[in-house]
Structure formats: structure tokens, C-alpha cells
């Protein structure tokens, strides 16, 4: 079993900053692909960024240009760096963690998930 817990989120003003973490513990050494999905209220959750084991990244156009996604294996974290932040980011965001080196950015596809962290981004 895997553990992720994720903090950092709060309440930000548009344009603003936001740094995201996520913490994983237990049986990470079959982690793979790790992401940060969102989820507005009477939404589904989409995707906002991946990251590959090996460091390779993917992100949601939405996001594109604005979130950096990153990794730090040794100390088992991972990070999402959100700049130029809009009203739309708000949401509740969830850090996720997949077995399979396949990268997908499919959510049902993620064997464990975080509790996520509430991000809300005022106008």
C-alpha cells in the first residue's frame, strides 16, 4: 500500500502563487507515474499534470505554462508550482500515484490517491 498526503493549498488571489506538495510513504517503491488531478464542485476531475518516474511531464492545456509539476524520489515528493493563478484553478486538488510505467492521464486509471487539498483562487 501507498500513502499520499498532500498540503499547501489555501486561499490565493487571481495572478497569484500557490505551491503544492505531496507526500508519499509505505510501498513507494512501486510508484511510477505520480499527478496532481483537480476537481471543481459538479465537475469531474480532470487532469492537471503528470509526471513519469523517469521525469517526463504532461500537463492539461489549461494549465500549460502556468504549473510546473516535479519530483524529488529521494525524498519520496512530489510538487506543483502554480503561478498566474486563475479563478477556474479552484478546486479541490488530489495527488495520485499510479503502478504502471505506462503513462496515462486517465484518473480511474491511478491505484492510490490522496485526500487532496483545497485550492481556491479569488477574483
Known amino acids: 500500500q501507498v500513502q499520499l498526503v498532500e498540503s499547501g493549498g489555501g486561499l490565493v488571489q487571481a495572478g497569484g502563487s500557490l505551491r503544492l506538495s505531496c507526500a508519499a510513504s509505505?510501498?513507494?517503491?512501486?510508484?511510477?507515474?505520480m499527478g496532481w488531478f483537480r476537481q471543481a464542485p459538479g465537475k469531474q476531475r480532470e487532469l492537471g499534470a503528470i509526471i513519469s518516474s523517469g521525469g517526463n511531464t504532461n500537463y492539461a492545456t489549461s494549465v500549460k505554462g502556468r504549473f510546473t509539476i516535479s519530483r524529488d524520489n529521494a525524498e519520496n515528493t512530489m510538487y506543483l508550482q502554480m503561478n498566474r493563478m486563475k479563478p477556474e484553478d479552484t478546486a479541490r486538488y488530489y495527488c495520485?500515484?499510479?503502478?504502471?510505467?505506462?503513462?496515462?492521464?486517465?484518473?480511474?486509471?491511478?491505484?492510490?490517491w490522496g485526500q487532496g487539498t483545497q485550492v481556491t483562487v479569488s477574483s
Open positions: 509505505g510501498s513507494i517503491f512501486s510508484i511510477n507515474t
Open positions: 495520485a500515484a499510479r503502478i504502471s510505467p505506462v503513462t496515462t492521464r486517465v484518473p480511474v486509471t491511478y491505484n492510490y
